[in-house]
């Protein structure tokens, strides 16, 4: 069964502040890492992939990979209220498949 | 470059009547999948294809179906509609499934 685990929040943060999302999954076969934001009555954006161990940046957001771990991670650094949307981890599976995770509720308040 | 295209983008059916809805992908793009989000179960697979063969399917009754076409446009196609089946479908394009998905606006499927 290929599960992919995220804290449904809400997460609550305050304006300035990092915001951090979690996301685990069971399969170790596992390629390709994803974040997806998709803000209320809108469909998913892709913010960052990440494929190999370690920390990839990206202007305020970094995307941590732990395969070990099974564990992948999105940092959000001063986060900003437009920043507030549900967040989307995915994984990709070596035999052609993709999962979503449910998604995690962000609010940033100013 | 044009993103992806679903149509239409809102439709309200009755019980037991079934629905097609459309996808045009990015072009130059051969994976199209499916997803069903609703509010309590998030995004759920539905299915994948690739030149014009599913690759994947998810954990959906046979009701629901698809395909794809020689210039990547896909359908799909639910059948015998349960009030269960109102939910946002969202089409997503890549060059191969392990590479970045792009979705388009969604379908907002209400069954009443």
């Known amino acids: 069964q290929k599960e992919v685990e995220q804290n449904s929040g809400p997460l609550s943060v305050p304006e300035g502040a990092i915001a951090s999302l979690n996301c685990t999954y069971s399969?170790?076969?596992?390629?390709?890492f994803f974040w997806y934001r998709q803000y209320s009555g809108k469909s998913p954006e892709l913010i960052m992939f990440?494929?190999?161990?370690g920390d990839k940046e990206d202007g305020r957001f970094t995307a941590q990979l732990n395969k070990a771990s099974q564990y992948v991670s999105l940092l959000i650094r001063d986060s900003q209220p437009s920043d507030s949307a549900t967040y989307l981890c995915a994984v990709a599976y070596n035999n052609n498949d993709m999962r979503f995770g449910a998604g995690t509720r962000l609010t940033v308040k100013p | 470059k044009a993103g992806v295209t679903q149509t239409p983008r809102y439709l309200i059916k009755t019980r037991g009547q079934q629905v097609t809805l459309s996808c045009s992908p990015i072009s130059g793009h051969r994976s199209v999948s499916w997803y069903q989000q609703t509010p309590g179960q998030g995004l759920q697979f539905l299915f994948e294809y690739f030149s014009e063969t599913q690759r994947n399917k998810g954990n959906f009754p046979g009701r629901f179906s698809g395909r794809q076409f020689s210039n990547s446009r896909s359908e799909m196609n639910v059948s015998t509609l349960e009030l269960g089946d109102s939910a946002l479908y969202l089409c997503?394009?890549?060059?191969?499934?392990?590479?970045?998905?792009?979705f388009g606006p969604g379908t907002r499927l209400t069954v009443t």
């Open positions: 990440i494929y190999s161990n």
């Open positions: 997503a394009s890549s060059l191969d499934v392990d590479r970045t998905q792009y």
């Open positions: 399969d170790r076969g596992s390629q390709s």
